[in-house]
């Protein structure tokens, strides 16, 4: 700090005066007189003006330290924001969707004007869907509707959309797994992009995937004693099958009539307590990439699943449904308490 702004600085915390400022009024129009020959700067006036440097050095620290704290806050505001429990099933306004990672050209352009609709969520390598905790359900063992938020690897701080279960509370709770429900999946400002449907089954379940009211695809599952077999139909047409071992394996992979892999979905080991006690599962949808020119921005640094050929978007909707569709036939509870993994069959 210069003579100048010093002086400034004493002379409007202390209220000096008027030879201080007539001291500054030398300094500024180039006087150069030394503390020995100026009359002004005796010790007294030095004494006071070490002081007044002491208070500004004391307000600085202080902004400082305040910057820091706002800096901290905001921080932890993001972590937050990034965990996919807690503000993320909120009803906070969330203004724009996270861009997409994979291009639009090629093989993705949408084919109809469905495929443009949901172009947003699914125009992605690798979608993460996380189940909300169901507190009713843990505590009480009533039954709840279920709850998704689904977030792009490449974007993990903010949600690329949303599922939300509607059903009838009393079916809920005397059906249990079995309950008829429609899921609305939309974008992350809510948005609807396409829904699907789940009618009440008996011995094997279907699910079905609806843009704009049009039935595009369907997945059915296939009873087998422990063996999670699913048939995968855009329109009338099969596209892939899934034939998991059961068990302890969570990894289901879409094959074509080849045997040549399409997709994966991963059911992700979230830790002993939530395993036990919630139904807040997490499932990785790995659609790949055959064409390493289709990925755009930070898709570009992460080793993506090979497949033979990527899925189109309302195939995508398709493997959406059937993410859902194992997360009700396999890994949700029946209320009360007990191991997500039991049921290998039924």
Request: proline share 5%.
């Amino acid at each position: 700090m210069n003579w100048a702004k010093r002086l400034h600085l004493f002379a409007k915390t202390y209220k000096t005066e008027s030879w201080i400022k007539n001291t500054i009024a030398s300094h500024r129009f180039g006087h150069t007189s030394n503390v020995t020959s100026d009359p002004h700067l005796s010790r007294k006036f030095l004494a006071q003006l070490w002081v007044a440097d002491k208070e500004m050095e004391k307000f600085s620290k202080r902004k400082t330290t305040q910057k820091k704290i706002v800096k901290s806050k905001a921080a932890a505001a993001a972590v937050y924001d990034s965990h996919p429990v807690g503000k993320w099933f909120s009803d906070a306004t969330v203004t724009e969707n996270p861009p997409r990672s994979q291009s639009l050209s090629g093989f993705f352009k949408p084919g109809f004007p469905e495929e443009a609709r949901v172009a947003p969520l699914l125009a992605r390598s690798n979608l993460l869907i996380t189940r909300d905790i169901e507190w009713a359900n843990l505590v009480l063992g009533f039954e709840q509707e279920n709850r998704y938020a689904i977030v792009d690897v490449c974007y993990p701080k903010s949600p690329v959309g949303f599922i939300r279960e509607q059903s009838n509370v009393i079916a809920r709770q005397l059906l249990r797994l079995r309950r008829p429900f429609v899921a609305y999946i939309t974008d992350s400002m809510g948005n609807e992009l396409f829904r699907v449907r789940r009618p009440f089954w008996w011995l094997t379940s279907s699910i079905y995937a609806e843009i704009d009211g049009k039935e595009i695809g369907v997945v059915h599952r296939r009873w087998h004693l422990w063996r999670r077999i699913y048939d995968l139909y855009l329109g009338n047409k099969q596209f892939a099958v899934v034939e998991n071992p059961g068990l302890w394996n969570w990894t289901f992979t879409l094959k074509d009539i080849n045997g040549e892999v399409l997709a994966q979905i991963d059911r992700d080991w979230r830790g002993f307590g939530f395993e036990i006690f919630t139904d807040a599962g997490q499932y990785v949808i790995r659609f790949g990439s055959s064409d390493p020119n289709s990925k755009i921005g930070p898709a570009r640094t992460i080793q993506e699943l090979e497949v033979t050929r990527p899925l189109t978007l309302a195939e995508r909707a398709v493997a959406v449904a059937l993410a859902i569709s194992l997360d009700n036939d396999y890994f949700s509870r029946h209320g009360g308490f007990g191991l997500p993994f039991v049921e290998v069959g039924e």
